[in-house]
């Protein structure tokens, strides 16, 4: 044999026995090691957390010395396998006739065929052992339609387990560009100063929007317009004397998407709509890729932004800032077509985690994106996610304190006024995060604060949020309130954090409510002062009108209400009260106390605290519409209970305590759904503010996996013996 071909063959030899016996390692904190399997904490960066989870008789006895990677991850050899029998994602043994097929791919190193399909699903096309470059690569789809001779794919349930599922290879396009070195020099290329770069707008109806299966009106007599109904506190009043702080309950209901015609939920056979179903949005995501991300944080966080990127639709428009110690756009604002969309998946899946967390860098240069950009979608969003504190102080010259005060980083066009408002909807990840700065962006933005304790929830909180923000069916929304009868005032407004006035002497009244997805609600709660009145008379109080604006015709709408009245009796005599009143009262009591206890907590009386909750309970407990056995209260009572155990000690509180009161109070201040921790007791109160398109897209992320072993390991509920880690 010639020497130099016996040379190359045992060096080939010896690089496919390195490759396949190289695996990436996690290190396991003490809790974690309790659990029977730790499957994402074992997972490269580059492989999908979707693999089937590793058997305990197939891990490694005794790792060998672990090598240091620039991504955080280590390196470490397992044990002598053969590479012919061993696959490198599951580490599972492949053997013919065992039920599995298996997929040899051009670098000659072969896997079980449902693992490498997972592994590649969202347009990965590198080996996971020796880094090659394929051009061929494994995926699934559905048998033909009958009688329609087409294929029946699901963008989304690709782990579906089916038996219409057929196994398939795709050949992969000649890259025009070197996408991954490009990709790969993204933190290191110049940026423009002016971030006008942004991708035209697509000037095409969305009928084939991933998103528009919102659009299919369960009720094709679902109303168009906004609902307004107004309840008083009681139906009638003893007619002699004063009466202060009269409750007025204004319900706000928004309409449904469309009308039916434009509903499909068969992306391969969309109807045609003559006009769009949805308002198109332009949403940058700001996500930490910090080394505190490394391993499975940062697997999940890539999982989630490919399910975010799979349900934007062609007229969306997506751009992504990864920031460590410094922060770097990824591509500047795409319509998430075809090609898009790939190119979205490709840039997402290159993350590596390195470095420090400056979150104040990230969230200026997600904010100059939204402020730059040439051409502008009807519903613009910023979705910022970390899980530390930020490492880079930003202060003002006027503030003395070393928090970071990121609220002054917010440009006029992400913090103005209601109808000018760009929303951070803003996700703590972990036990580590700063809660208090980062709740308070939300709130000077327009956006909620989300706690997401469990690293296996990101994806469903991303769902929820986006479920919302693909639906937007209202916009500028304003409340005017004016008062009728002579001698009647407004005494007060609570709308939260919603912007609300009173003026004209008490005459008048207004909130500033801005967007709603579709099937929204919200209460807003008035204190009225009554006058004297005749006998028998039916009073007016006020009149409730609003002012609107359609997102897709831009047409702006107004709705004159009726005159709220209230009836003047000689004795009033076993009057009930209303429950609709009663229980939105008790929910802005619950949250007015929420609020007192985490002031409490916050200058260290967890004692006290506690009590002021176990107070409003009891307060709550002995009300008409919870003894009604109204579902609302039941929630708050579960709540208010949750926030009792998270401030039984100060470690507790600040682990997660502190974050999971912040979370409930954006929800309740917003009456919008956030991610809370990873308890379900509290659950039907999370329920309380969901819209069905937020239910309909989470439940899209909750069955994207079937196999449980497909879905990475969720922490148990309520980590309280977890404390923050040192950064």
């Known amino acids: 044999m ?27 904190t003490d809790d974690e090691a309790s659990s029977s399997v730790d499957l994402a904490g074992r997972l490269s960066d580059a492989v999908s957390v979707s693999s089937p989870s590793l058997k305990p008789d197939s891990l490694p006895i005794t790792p060998t010395t672990p090598i240091p990677s620039s991504s955080g991850l280590r390196l470490a050899k397992i044990g002598s396998r053969s590479s ?105 290329a110049s940026e423009p100063s002016v971030f006008d770069d942004d991708e035209p707008l697509d000037p095409r109806p969305e009928s084939s929007d991933k998103g528009s299966q919102y659009a299919d009106a369960r009720n094709s007599n679902s109303p168009k317009t906004m609902e307004v109904k107004t309840y008083t506190e009681f139906s009638a009043l003893t007619h002699s004397i004063l009466h202060e702080n009269f409750a007025v309950l204004i319900h706000l209901k928004a309409p449904f998407t469309s009308s039916s015609h434009c509903s499909s939920r068969n992306h391969s056979n969309p109807p045609v709509c003559p ?138 066009s992400v913090c103005g006024g209601a109808g000018s408002r760009i929303p951070v909807h803003v996700f703590g990840f972990g036990v580590d995060h700063d809660a208090a700065s980062m709740h308070s962006i939300s709130e000077t933005s327009g956006g909620t604060f989300s706690f997401i304790e469990a690293e296996g929830v990101i994806q469903d909180a991303f769902a929820q949020c986006i479920g919302g923000l693909l639906s937007v069916v209202v916009q500028e929304l304003h409340v ?30 207004s909130i500033e409510v801005g967007n709603l997805y579709a099937e929204e609600e919200r209460d807003f709660l008035l204190y009225l002062d009554v006058p004297a009145g005749d006998v028998g008379q039916v009073m007016p109080l006020v009149k409730v009108g609003c002012v609107y604006k359609d997102p897709i015709s831009k047409e702006t709408l107004n709705l004159d209400g009726k005159d709220v009245t209230v009836q003047r009796l000689d004795n009033v005599i076993g009057c009930a009260v209303s429950i ?15 609020a007192e206890a985490r002031t409490l907590a916050e200058h260290r009386d967890l004692g006290g605290a506690v009590d002021v909750l176990e107070n409003q309970r009891r307060a709550l407990s002995g009300s008409a519409s919870a003894q009604s056995g109204d579902q609302l209260c039941v929630a708050l009572d579960a709540e208010l209970k949750e926030m009792q155990e998270r401030m039984a000690s100060r470690r507790v509180y600040e682990a997660s305590g502190r974050a999971y009161v912040l979370s409930g109070l954006s929800s309740h201040s917003w009456q919008r759904a956030t991610t809370r921790g990873d308890s379900t007791e509290s659950a039907s109160l999370v329920h309380a503010y969901q819209t069905p398109s937020m239910v309909d897209m989470l439940a899209r992320s909750q069955t994207m996996c079937l196999e449980t072993q497909a879905r990475p390991p969720v922490r148990p509920a309520r980590s309280f013996t977890q404390q923050p880690q040192p950064r």
């Open 480 to 509: 005017a309130v004016d008062c009728v009868s002579p001698g009647v005032k407004i005494a007060s407004v609570k709308a939260g954090s919603y912007v609300s006035s009173v003026s004209n002497e008490g005459r008048s009244g």
């Open 2 to 28: 010639d020497f130099s071909k016996e040379m190359a063959s045992k060096w080939r030899k010896a690089k496919l026995a390195l490759g396949m016996n190289l695996c990436v390692y996690v290190p396991r």
């Open 580 to 594: 609709e009143v009663d229980r939105q009262r008790n929910r802005l009591h619950a949250a007015e106390t929420m």
């Open 275 to 412: 006009q769009p179903c949805r308002a198109p949005v332009d949403l940058v995501t700001v996500l930490d890729v910090s080394g505190s991300m490394a391993g499975t944080k940062l697997a999940l966080l890539k999982r989630a932004m490919g399910f975010v990127i799979q349900n934007l639709g062609p007229s969306d428009r997506l751009s992504v800032i990864a920031f460590s110690s410094t922060a770097r756009r990824l591509f500047p604002l795409r319509r998430m077509s075809d090609s898009g969309r790939q190119q979205a998946l490709q840039a997402v899946n290159s993350l590596i985690s390195n470095g420090g967390t400056n979150i104040a860098e990230g969230l200026k240069k997600g904010a100059k994106v939204m402020e730059d950009r040439k051409d502008k979608n009807p519903v613009p969003s910023i979705i910022l996610l970390s899980d530390g504190q930020d490492t880079y102080t930003v202060t003002t010259s006027r503030a003395l304190s070393s928090r970071p005060d990121y609220q002054s980083l917010l440009p006029s």
């Open 84 to 188: 012919k029998k061993t696959c490198a994602i599951c580490l599972g043994t492949m053997k013919p006739g065992q039920g599995h097929a298996i997929f040899t791919a051009e670098c000659s190193h072969a896997f079980h065929f449902h693992c490498i399909a997972s592994n590649v699903k969202h347009g990965n096309q590198i080996c996971p052992v020796c880094r090659a470059k394929w051009k061929e690569i494994p995926f699934q789809r559905l048998s033909m339609d009958h009688g329609h001779g087409r294929a029946r794919v699901n963008p989304v349930d690709w782990g579906a387990q089916d038996n219409n599922w057929t196994t398939v290879l795709r050949r992969l396009p000649s890259p025009r560009v070197d996408s991954n070195r490009q990709i790969a020099s993204l933190f290191h």
